[in-house]
């Protein structure tokens, strides 16, 4: 399958915009934000105005309103507590999940599925492996409320329990939202977490950029189905420098990114987004730092064809990026060496791609499948044992047997071809609980 025909591909299950009933991933969401319980602040004996479990409840929407809310992340928190003029809601949440997997084959060595990790020469004695991990595990706060003075706002801080071994506490996000303006730790400007589709592996799509950075964004809502970002956002790159002829300079210059998003429901977009990121390096023998720019380009998007079905879609490309997210966020691909020009550093292109679509038997049950690939395209020639390209598959059932409970189970693939032409695929048999409070 060549460029041409995914990116005709994608651009088809982006611009699906063709009005069905409300989906059953929609309904779900319904059934979410009606499984909450309100602790009301003022004690009070007589029932609530029809105005005022009106607001309650477009209160409790907006904890799931978020345009960069992935599947992943925890439900909003059953307790909410709630002013007495229903205009400032607090909840504490959080979830508790536990995943287990086998690996056959030739055993990944971690817990996430990426294909770049694939081992070409398999040690005999890590040909199997049974793993358990509860990465994912989390606690977060939330506060979201009205103010004569700022308007809407919103305050969120969410710690996982994926650092050391798994177990350690990890700050993921920090940030407030002021009307269209965030401040704060929050996932970049360049992702859309939303396109991405679901999956039992915390790794997913070995093309998904999954930045999380310090930024200020800018985020306005023009009319009802346009929206645009912009945002500067703390830079971290991954070079390959060596202390030798090459030596890495501090990053001094933010990260601008961008995008405009078409949207047709609660649930439905397409995005283009963009990067433009500084890269320096220093040339030890010539005692002189260089600068070089590095970009990156990706369309995304979710739609609801029919109202059991979700599609998934997403394309990046450019140069420089690679730090971003993906299978090569692994390595040092944002800037390489040069063979025969000791001291000089150049931005390789790399090129991503995944498709994947969700069928809901029921708003609580359904079955999704997605693949994707990463490409690295560097301009010279390179160490005929490295990463070409990866590909990564799944096939995977979720259940929510209550609106806090859910199991899944999944089966997944994956393949590493390097330059040499080696290649290997590695497969993955995986299961989830998680309960959300």
Request: glycine content about 8%; aromatic content about 14%.
């Amino acid at each position: 399958m060549n460029t041409r025909t995914l990116l005709t591909a994608a651009i088809f299950l982006a611009t699906c915009t063709v009005a069905h009933a409300k989906s059953l991933v929609d309904q779900q969401h319904d059934s979410l934000v009606a499984s909450h319980k309100v602790i009301l602040l003022d004690n009070r004996d007589q029932k609530p105005s029809q105005a005022y479990s009106d607001s309650i409840r477009n209160l409790i929407e907006m904890f799931y309103f978020d345009q960069f809310r992935h599947f992943q992340d925890p439900e909003a928190p059953y307790f909410l507590f709630l002013s007495k003029d229903a205009k400032l809601a607090m909840g504490i949440g959080g979830a508790v999940r536990m995943r287990g997997y086998f690996d056959w084959d030739g055993a990944i060595p971690a817990s996430g599925f990426a294909p770049y990790l694939i081992p070409m020469e398999p040690d005999p004695t890590k040909k199997r492996k049974f793993g358990t991990t509860p990465a994912g595990t989390c606690l977060f706060f939330r506060v979201i409320g009205q103010n004569k003075l700022l308007g809407n706002y919103q305050l969120y801080i969410e710690a996982n329990f994926n650092g050391y071994n798994s177990r350690d506490l990890h700050l993921k996000k920090a940030y407030a939202t002021i009307n269209d303006f965030t401040i704060g730790y929050a996932n970049s400007t360049f992702s859309d977490p939303a396109a991405v589709p679901p999956t039992v592996d915390a790794q997913g799509p070995n093309n998904k950029l999954s930045n999380t950075a310090v930024l200020v964004r800018w985020m306005p809502r023009v009319k009802n189905n346009w929206v645009f970002a912009i945002s500067a956002e703390n830079p971290s790159t991954s070079i390959a420098f060596d202390n030798v002829d090459t030596k890495k300079v501090d990053e001094w210059i933010p990260d601008a990114a961008a995008f405009v998003q078409y949207e047709w429901g609660r649930t439905s977009h397409v995005r283009l987004s963009g990067i433009v990121r500084s890269l320096s390096y220093r040339d030890i023998k010539t005692e002189k730092n260089h600068y070089r720019t590095g970009w990156g380009l990706l369309l995304s998007s979710v739609a609801h064809p029919i109202a059991p079905v979700t599609t998934y879609a997403t394309v990046n490309y450019g140069h420089g990026y690679a730090g971003l997210g993906g299978d090569l966020l692994i390595g040092a691909y944002d800037m390489i060496g040069t063979p025969g020009n000791p001291g000089h550093l150049y931005a390789p292109a790399s090129f991503g791609w995944c498709l994947g679509v969700q069928y809901n038997i029921k708003p609580n049950l359904f079955i999704s499948t997605s693949f994707s690939q990463t490409r690295f395209l560097p301009a010279h020639k390179v160490d005929p044992s490295e990463y070409k390209y990866g590909l990564c598959g799944n096939v995977n059932i979720f259940w929510n047997m209550t609106p806090r409970m859910q199991v899944a189970a999944e089966f997944d693939y994956g393949n590493r071809t390097d330059f040499s032409g080696q290649s290997r695929w590695a497969k993955r048999i995986g299961a989830m609980a998680q309960f959300s409070f």
